[in-house]
């Protein structure tokens, strides 16, 4: 943390909020004026060794795909315990708390992910050395929860009022197959028609992601008769045919600019080392900032898994004999906020205030599904810096991670006076 960090931001603060449109003149003497706001800067200041503390207590309850139950009620009392009213789950699992400004609109989503990628029985200790934290998700997304909490109970403590009205989410089933159900029930249901800012925090850093880069995952099988590894020799058999597809994907060649993108992420198969496989399957995802490229990449996919059978069957002359099938896991829809929109200008100014250095970037995040609706929406990084995310060796430094949970905090208040 650096000493001086609270005049720095006092300094420029109000600029800040004028550059978002938020700041009015009568605002200074008004309750949630210009000296709370200060107030809940110097909160977050104090308390940033507490939130570090929090994001370390999150990150040690498992929060597997599909089993964000017991980290979800910590959220949950993290959130009530920060002031939030009516704090509560929603029908698919997100924690929902409401913090009412003088009018309902315009109401402003600040959301973070629960779930990591990590699956249950994962070692989730957090060990730190000095600065840096270690453990599986403890920026990706410790650090949003964490900041999450802190922006409510900053606002809390120093008693700041907002023209229109906060809503604080965690979600769940962001990462892999969650498919971004937490947040799609959200817009579908939960808030449905009563979002005017979705502002994400999502790991460690400072960029800002304008971009969702849409993705489509798929699960394909191949089957075969199967048999006798030695008695049978000569039966096509599904493994092979998995082997072939995934050669071909590895040559498919796609754009770098729209970045497009393909990862076999999972394999599986086969029963015993002398048996020919009945079954063998792999899990891909394919991902593109721009929505023709990755149809075309789609195309090209489907297309490569069915000749990768083809050419096993014509290997053993036996057409037909292994078949493959191909289901979708995941559809993630792609979308983009302007650059020069109220909301990017408002955390580009944030980010200043604060000296963050920003950078608008293209990521996958809940982001995208508001984006794609076309409500204003961005993810930004929740401060400090990080390594090897979405894996067990998983940083987070919290140097300076200050000035995240500050940005985060100076952005909410601006899209709510707007
Ligand atoms: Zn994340």
């Given at each position: 943390m650096v000493r001086s960090a609270p005049m720095r931001m006092a300094a420029v603060v109000v600029f800040a909020m004028m550059a978002a449109g938020?700041?009015?003149?009568?605002?200074?003497?008004?309750?949630?004026g210009d000296a709370r706001v200060q107030a809940a800067l110097d909160a977050v200041e104090k308390t940033e060794p507490a939130t570090i503390d929090a994001q370390v207590r999150l990150c040690e309850v498992p929060a597997p795909p599909f089993g964000e139950g017991a980290r979800a009620a910590v959220v949950r009392e993290m959130l009530r315990s920060a002031?939030?009213?009516?704090?509560r789950l929603d029908r698919a699992g997100n924690v929902v708390g409401e913090r009412p400004?003088?009018?309902?609109?315009?109401n402003v989503v600040l959301a973070a992910h629960i779930d990591t990628v990590f699956p249950e029985g994962t070692d989730l200790k957090v060990t730190r050395s000095g600065a840096v934290l270690s453990g599986p998700g403890i920026g990706d997304n410790c650090r949003g929860l964490a900041v999450l909490a802190a922006v409510a109970r900053a606002l809390e403590t120093a008693g700041v009022e907002t023209n229109g009205s906060l809503t604080f989410v965690a979600t769940v089933g962001e990462e892999g197959l969650g498919d971004l159900r937490g947040v799609k029930a959200l817009f579908a249901e939960t808030l449905k028609g009563r979002v005017d800012y979705f502002v994400a925090l999502d790991g460690s850093g400072s960029s800002i992601t304008n971009v969702g880069v849409g993705s489509r995952r798929y699960r394909a099988t191949f089957r075969g008769r199967g048999g006798h590894s030695y008695n049978n020799f000569g039966r096509a058999s599904p493994v092979n045919a998995l082997g072939r597809a995934i050669a071909r994907i590895s040559d498919i060649q796609v754009p770098s600019a729209p970045r497009t993108t393909f990862n076999v992420g999972r394999i599986g198969g086969g029963t015993a080392v002398n048996a020919i496989p009945e079954e063998a399957w792999l899990e891909v995802d394919l991902r593109s900032s721009d929505q023709a490229a990755l149809e075309q990449l789609d195309r090209s996919f489907q297309q490569t898994l069915r000749q990768a059978a083809a050419a096993e069957n014509t290997r053993w002359k036996q057409n037909g004999a292994v078949t493959v099938t191909i289901e979708r896991v995941g559809d993630r829809p792609g979308g983009r906020t302007d650059e020069r929109s109220p909301i990017v200008e408002a955390a580009l100014e944030a980010s200043k205030a604060v000296k963050l250095p920003a950078r608008l970037v293209e990521n996958s995040t809940d982001a995208n599904v508001p984006m794609q609706l076309g409500i204003p929406a961005i993810s930004i990084a929740a401060g400090g810096s990080g390594t090897n995310?979405?894996?067990?060796?998983e940083t987070f430094d919290?140097?300076?991670?200050?000035r995240g949970t500050a940005r985060a905090l100076l952005l909410t208040i601006a899209l709510s006076r707007r």
């Open positions: 938020g700041v009015r003149t009568q605002d200074r003497s008004a309750p949630g002031g939030l009213k009516n704090v400004g003088r009018s309902p609109r315009p995310t979405h894996s067990l060796a919290s140097t300076d991670s200050v």
